[in-house]
Structure formats: C-alpha cells, structure tokens
C-alpha cells in the first residue's frame, strides 16, 4: 500500500482510484463496508482501490484542546486498510488550506484535479467541505458535472444499532469490549512503542510493558485478558496476556497508560512496536492496601485471562 499525503503532487500511477472518502477512525464494519463497495467498482474498472482520509483528524484540528477520542492512531489506521487489501491511501494533511476549500472546489481540486478519482464511496452521513457545507446529494451533483462515479453507501446496523465510532467508544467507555469487538469487525487495540516505566512489575513478578494512551479515547479502567503483536524486534510474534488500563491507584497519582504482562515471556521489549487487542473485561481498576495483595489478585488476573484466552 502506498501512503500519499498531498493531493498536489501526484504520481500518475497514483492517479484514477476508486476511493472510499472519510476519517474511518477505527476501520469499523461500517467502514469496511464503504471500503467493499470502492472494491467492487475498482474491479469493474480496472482501477486501484484507494482511502482517502485526512490527517490530523479534521476534530483535532478544529477542537486541538478537546478530550483525546480517536480509537486508533494514524499508524494503526494505516495498518489495518493495508491488511484489507487498500493500494493507495490518501492520506491527506488537514491544513488552513485544504478545511477552507468549498465543496465544489474541494470536488474539482482534491478529487478531480489533484487525485483523479474514476469513483468515490462515501457513507449516508458523509459532509465535506468549508463549515461542512456539502453532503451526498451536493457530492452526486458535482460528480456528473466533473465525470466521476459516487455511490452512496447505507449506515450498517447490528442488533438495531447503528454502527459509529460513537457507539463504539460508549462501549469501551463501559468495559464492553465484546460489543465494541462486534460492531468493529475485530478487537479494539492500543498499539504503540514500548516506553520505560516504573519498573515495579518486576519486584512483583509481574514484568510489564508500558504504552502510553497519548492521543487515544480512553477505554473503560480496569484488567483486561488480551492478545498482544509484537510487530518490531527480534520478539517478533503474537502472545496472550492481561493488562492494566488506568492510573495505577496503589502507587498514587499517575498519568493513565497501559501496561501489559505477556504470559510465558522473557526478553526485552523497550522499543518494539505493539499492537494490544483488548479481549475481555475483568475487573475495574482498585486500590490495594499492600503489596501482597496486589500480587494475590494478579494471580487471580492471570489464571482468569489465560483461562477466557485458551478458549478462543
């Protein structure tokens, strides 16, 4: 997959997508959805697959002091529309210029003139635009005026539910990381570098990698069974294990991240690139009143996640 982040200066391999248009925070099903349709008609036309998204999210940019509330990165954004087969993300950088563009301009310079676009795919809630004037009808209008195809995609629903980013985030707000899973098509991760922490894990028994959530919508406090890529390093590889998502209370008052114990490991991960899927919910986060007692529930923990994990 190749990443193109200005619509000014294309290639013209780059050039003639059919592309699905969004911010696709989460690659949820709904997206996968939208990105499917652009998948048909790239076939039909003989045409690469192409996502166009914009980077920072066009909600950061506007609101840059507002709570964090992306589910993934821009990295692990990347990550997952590579592993369903996209072959040119446009990434594009959400600037002064590009969020002042009218939608007609933004149709005939972005889309037209900048990327060449054979068609594009949005979902029924799609705006674009300065003040986010445009919507799908403006779109279809401009694209028979400038020649490119544009299919309208329906909302996707599970169980009665419309499937949103939103919703998603409510869920892992909750520690339901089973519904979110659902309405994702795939786990919830928190992917990352390994940072240095306080090392406590060790004295315990219980050697952790630390990852902050810098960024990220912050799911529900608490221990979590999961299963965790390691995508960098000569540990490279996939493993089972429990996680701590909080301020760890025990030790006073601390900055949220997530820590992450790998069951049956030993090396040294500070630097590597991970990727944690949260599995299952296990218990919200506490305050224990001595040490002894921290490492009787981590046993508890552990026994608990290994147990859910062994049967998936």
Not at 115 to 128: A, K, T
Not at 167 to 175: F, V
Request: glycine content about 10%; hydrophobic content about 40%; charged content about 25%.
């Amino acid at each position: 997959m190749k990443i193109i982040r200005d619509f000014q200066f294309v290639d013209q391999s780059d050039r003639g997508a059919s592309a699905a248009i969004g911010n696709f925070d989460g690659v949820h099903r709904g997206h996968q959805y939208v990105i499917d349709i652009a998948l048909a008609e790239a076939e039909k036309r003989g045409a690469p697959l192409g996502v166009m998204t914009f980077e920072p999210h066009p909600r950061e940019y506007f609101a840059p002091d507002a709570p964090d509330f992306r589910l993934m990165n821009a990295e692990a954004r990347a990550n997952r529309l590579k592993w369903l087969g996209v072959d040119k993300l446009y990434e594009l950088t959400f600037n002064d210029t590009l969020s002042a563009l009218a939608p007609e301009d933004f149709a005939q310079r972005v889309i037209v003139d900048g990327l060449g676009l054979s068609h594009v795919v949005v979902g029924r809630d799609f705006h674009f635009g300065a003040k986010r004037a445009g919507d799908t009808e403006t779109l279809k209008e401009l694209g028979l005026a400038l020649g490119f195809g544009v299919t309208v995609a329906p909302l996707m629903e599970v169980d009665g539910l419309e499937i949103s980013s939103t919703a998603i985030r409510e869920a892992l707000s909750e520690g339901r990381v089973r519904d979110a899973a659902t309405m994702l098509g795939h786990w919830h991760r928190i992917d990352g570098i390994v940072i240095r922490g306080d090392q406590r894990g060790r004295d315990l028994g219980y050697p952790t990698v630390n990852m902050a959530l810098t960024g990220l919508h912050q799911p529900r406090f608490g221990v979590y069974a999961v299963k965790v890529d390691v995508l960098s390093g000569p540990h490279k590889g996939a493993y089972k294990g429990a996680a701590s998502v909080g301020v760890r209370p025990t030790f006073g008052e601390n900055i949220p991240n997530i820590e992450t114990y790998l069951f049956d490991f030993q090396g040294d991960l500070y630097g590597a690139h991970l990727s944690v899927a949260l599995v299952d919910y296990l218990r919200p986060e506490e305050r224990f009143d001595s040490l002894d007692a921290l490492i009787t529930q981590m046993d508890a923990d552990c026994a608990e996640a290994r147990a859910i994990l062994d049967t998936l």
